[in-house]
């Protein structure tokens, strides 16, 4: 039976679980992801997980935060005066809203705490700091490397 080597390109399907259990990704109900296996293009400790394996075969893969998105940073927490919002962004606790830095980098922030005067952003991804579990399955090898 064929098995995953680096620089294959596979589909696989996922389920991405805190590790208390909370689901927070599936791709059951979508097409199955694509990936060169070694580009690093998904969370690599994923890609690595599905060499050797064979299409059917079904994994369990324990990620810390930082190999996954990384420990939560508090620098990346900021407070704002109020009147630096632009008007017209909606500004609720848990919504998000983009900025551009002075290099031109985009960003999303999530508002995490709002009074009459401040806003308070937070510029980690939502799963910094979080201990991840994914199940893998290997749907296809669509083609091996070389």
């Known amino acids: 039976m064929t098995q995953v080597n680096t620089g294959d390109t596979v589909r696989i399907h996922y389920s991405g679980k805190l590790k208390d259990g909370t689901l927070f990704d599936t791709s059951e109900d979508r097409d199955p992801v694509e990936l060169k296996v070694g580009d690093n293009q998904f969370i690599p400790v994923i890609e690595t997980s599905v060499v050797g394996m064979s299409v059917g075969d079904q994994a369990t ?75 893998i399955e290997l749907v296809e090898i669509v083609t091996p490397a070389g």
């Open 61 to 135: 893969v324990e990620i810390a935060a930082e190999d996954a998105f990384g420990p939560h940073r508090p620098e990346a927490v900021q407070t704002l005066e109020r009147t630096q919002i632009p008007e017209g962004v909606d500004l609720a606790v848990g919504a998000q809203v983009q900025a551009t830095t002075p290099e031109g980098q985009q960003l999303v922030l999530k508002i995490v705490e709002l009074d009459d005067t401040s806003v308070t952003l937070d510029g980690n991804h939502p799963l910094a700091g979080e201990d991840l579990v994914f199940e």
